[in-house]
């Protein structure tokens, strides 16, 4: 019935997923290459999630 009030998950992880990108971005340039790797690894598995949830909602 509320449907629409409820929040899009994948919004939410899209989000969450460029914030990462964009420290882990800040932390290369910094020359902090340990904090990039661990940034991007976190993006990466915010990215599969993300894509679960595309292929949940496809079915």
């Not at 409820?6 to 919004?11: A, I, L």
């Not at 882990?24 to 949830?53: C, F, N, P, V």
Request: hydrophobic share 35%.
């Amino acid at each position: 019935m509320l449907s629409w009030l409820k929040s899009d998950p994948r919004k939410k992880l899209q989000k969450a997923y460029e914030q990462r990108l964009k420290d882990a971005m800040l932390a290369q340039r910094s020359g902090d290459i340990k904090t990039y790797s661990l940034l991007t690894e976190e993006a990466e598995g915010i990215y599969q999630q993300i894509k679960a949830l595309e292929a949940d909602s496809s079915r």
